[in-house]
């Protein structure tokens, strides 16, 4: 945190208290905020809350939004979106995907990505501007290098080629980046100004790509597609699950503003990456939310809150959150003690 003159601070709405946060500055409390929230689990805690109304009514400072993109409907469940990916409805929120249009050098030729400037794509992010500004931080998600390119191809094929014949890996990469680069600068006009990246690059035994392929190969693009974001003035916040200790110093010096969700499971260790890291990158994360908020109860929610606290609140920069989201099987009452604990023991 930047040095200022002590003072006491009023109470700070969410859009102030997390671009605060993300500029290194003194905030009032840690802020929280969460990338999804199940409907599952907002009913059991508010029957008839929506997304956006539950924010306001659990005081969480921040609104996440996805651009608007059109969807085919496909048979046995499927869905293809206007990247040509084709994803599986699993009848959960988030599907998966199975299939890429990129199977060939001629399909990479012919291939056209989505038009950043189609009539209606920036839908979502004009409603949130209009509705929630100066209010609740509003957070864009865009993408770096990693999950379209990976999905274009099947991944056993991306894989191959990442370590066979990259270039074609290497063209998919300047796709994505040169897309996303253009939509942030179409959101940056409408009045965003925060985005996370939501490319996941590793297991939990570790990265995805050896350190040295993704430094020869997606480290030149990552740091391309950061510093354009930042050149727009936007702050970005980078999510990757899994063990991503062999690349990170790749990932903080390509300049992100905040790192989540350090992943427990993995082994991650926020208290680790908060005294080696703290003082070059924000921190967000990470109550467990495979085990701890999903099948533990309300006093080990509380402790392993108290504990991410303590770990990595002290000097600031750090935003509370699970270490994912709030998924259908988080208990709702370990997501309610986990929104308490915050409250009462956060603030500076």
Known sequence: MRKESKVTMHELTGEERVLRVLTRKQTDRVPHFEWYIDKKVINAISNGSDYEKFCYEMDIDAICIDLNYEKKILKNNLIQDEWGIVWKDTGESHAYPVDGPVKSSKDLENYFPPDPLKPGRYESVEKAIKEHTGKKALVLHLNDVFSIPSRLMTFE????????????????????????????????????????????????????????????????????????????????????????????????????????????????????????????????????????????????????????????????????????????????????????????????
Not at 226 to 240: A, D, F, M, Q, R
Not at 247 to 267: E, R, Y
Not at 305 to 315: E, I, R
Not at 341 to 348: C, D, I, M, R, V
């Open 157 to 348: 094929n991306f894989l191959i080629k990442v370590y066979e014949d990259p270039e074609p890996v290497r063209a998919l990469l300047k796709i994505s980046v040169d897309i996303n680069l253009q939509m942030a600068k179409e959101a940056v006009k409408r009045g965003i100004k925060i985005i996370y990246t939501g490319d996941d690059y590793a297991y939990n035994s570790g990265p995805m790509i050896s350190p040295l392929k993704f430094r020869d190969i997606f480290y030149p693009e990552l740091k391309r597609v950061v510093s354009g974001y930042k050149e727009l003035g936007l702050l970005v916040i980078k999510h990757t699950d899994g063990n991503i200790m062999p690349i990170i110093d790749m990932i903080i010096d390509s300049g992100f503003d905040c790192l989540d969700p350090i992943d427990p499971i993995a082994g991650m260790d926020l208290g680790e990456l908060k005294k080696n890291y703290g003082n070059k990158i924000c921190l967000k994360g990470n109550v467990d939310c495979a085990k701890t908020l999903s099948f533990k109860n309300e006093k080990e929610t509380i402790e392993e809150t108290k504990d991410c606290l303590n770990k990595a609140m002290k000097g600031g920069g750090y935003i509370l959150s699970s270490s994912n989201s709030i998924h259908s099987a988080v208990k709702p009452e370990n997501y309610m003690a986990m929104i308490k604990t915050l409250k009462k023991f956060s603030k500076y």
